[in-house]
Structures are given as structure tokens and as C-alpha cells.
């Protein structure tokens, strides 16, 4: 049982190309979501997704998108890296019934 | 935009003593209100939820939630050098799914 996994857990992208991180969980959670963490700021949410097949906007969605591949899987892509991109970017599964969200280990972007 | 406000610290206490850790949040109709520990270069792990008025206890974690206040916070007591983090408090936005975090409070326990 390997919880909730991430990859990579390291990346440097040039400004303006492209990527998708990946996350998975083996759970059978329903709930998932993406946040981002920067210095100061504290977690800020991205995007998530309530069930398999939705998706919704979090505070922070401009640059990115998302695909909920299955149950499992939950992706983020950055189109177009920009500077502004660079951050720990974690995921975070959770049940319908309770609200304990488990968390990746994260995901270290530098966009130069 | 709703909010939730955290000292950023850090707050020094020495081993043994109780660290209490306070959060204020904007949005009046949040019901589930959390506490995550994060250490250094790790994720944040939930330690605490609350989701009543008054407080709740699980070891040496004691939550705290004032819904007129609009203010939560966690009790540590017996504290410990491991317990030397960041306590992150998060909140779910009212009529969504989705949780707004405080930037956390680093907390240093001296030995």
C-alpha cells in the first residue's frame, strides 16, 4: 500500500515548456487534489476533483490543467512554464466519508 | 476572498511546556476546520479535525474551535523536540470541496 505517489519528484523546465506531473493513489479514494506551496504563501489549491470525471477550480488554476485519467489517477500540466510556476506541488487524496486528505510526497519545480 | 490567518512565527516553547497555535478564519459558514503538521522538506500530515463548537482531544493534541469567533486553535501539550514543525490550518470553504490553508505557524520546541 504505497498511498498517494508522485513523479517526478524533481524538475527544472525552461520557461514555456511543457509538462504533466503525475499522481497516483491506491486508496479507492474519490476526492483529489492538486496545491501548490511557495514560501510564504502556505498551500494553495489548484484544482480538484470530487469524483471520477469531474474536475473543478481551485484558487490558483491559471496556467494549468488537469485530467482525472481513473479512480486512481490525477495529472497536472503546465501548457506553458513560466517563472512564476516554480514551487512544490503536492497531491492530496481523500475519502467521501471523512475529510483526512493524505498528501504526496511533492513534486520540486524550477522553471528558469 | 476567503481567508485564514496564521502567526508565521516561530514560536519557541521549552520541552514540557504547552504550545498553543491560533487561527482565525473569514468565512462565517465554514463547518470543518483542520490542523497539519509539516516538518521541513516533507508533506503535511492532518493530525486534528474539529468540526463542533467547544473542543476535542486525541493524546496530547487538543483542538479548539470558536465558530462566533471565528477562531480555532491546536494545544500541544507535553511538548517535544519532534514536535518542532510548521502547523498548517485549513478550513473547507463553505457549500464546496474545497480547503483554504493558513501559512502556517513554525513551532520550536527547545530541549
Known amino acids: 500500500n504505497a498511498g498517494v505517489t508522485q513523479t517526478p519528484k524533481f524538475q527544472v523546465l525552461k520557461t514555456g515548456q511543457s509538462m504533466t506531473l503525475q499522481c497516483a493513489q491506491d486508496m479507492n479514494h474519490n476526492s483529489m487534489y492538486w496545491y501548490r506551496q511557495d514560501p510564504g504563501m502556505g498551500l494553495r489549491l489548484i484544482y480538484y476533483?470530487?469524483?471520477?470525471?469531474?474536475?473543478d477550480k481551485g484558487e490558483v488554476p491559471n496556467g494549468y490543467n488537469v485530467s482525472r485519467l481513473n479512480k486512481r489517477e490525477f495529472s497536472l500540466r503546465l501548457e506553458s512554464a513560466a517563472p512564476s510556476q516554480t514551487s512544490v506541488y503536492f497531491c492530496?487524496?481523500?475519502?467521501?466519508?471523512?475529510?483526512?486528505?493524505?498528501f504526496g510526497p511533492g513534486t520540486r519545480l524550477t522553471v528558469t | 476572498q476567503k481567508e485564514v490567518e496564521q502567526n508565521s512565527g516561530p514560536l519557541s516553547v521549552p520541552e514540557g511546556a504547552i504550545a498553543s497555535l491560533n487561527c482565525t478564519y473569514s468565512d462565517r459558514g465554514s463547518q470543518s476546520f483542520f490542523w497539519y503538521r509539516q516538518y521541513s522538506g516533507k508533506s503535511p500530515e492532518l493530525i486534528m479535525f474539529i468540526y463542533s463548537n467547544g473542543d476535542k482531544e486525541d493524546g496530547r493534541f487538543t483542538a479548539q474551535l470558536n465558530k462566533a469567533s471565528q477562531y480555532v486553535s491546536l494545544l500541544i501539550r507535553d511538548s517535544q523536540p519532534s514536535d518542532s514543525a510548521t502547523y498548517l490550518c485549513?478550513?473547507?470553504?463553505?457549500?464546496?470541496?474545497?480547503?483554504?490553508f493558513g501559512t502556517g505557524t513554525r513551532l520550536k520546541v527547545l530541549a
Open positions: 492530496a487524496s481523500q475519502t467521501s466519508l471523512d475529510e483526512w486528505q493524505y
Open positions: 485549513a478550513v473547507r470553504a463553505s457549500g464546496t470541496y474545497k480547503y483554504i
Open positions: 476533483s470530487a469524483s471520477e470525471g469531474t474536475t
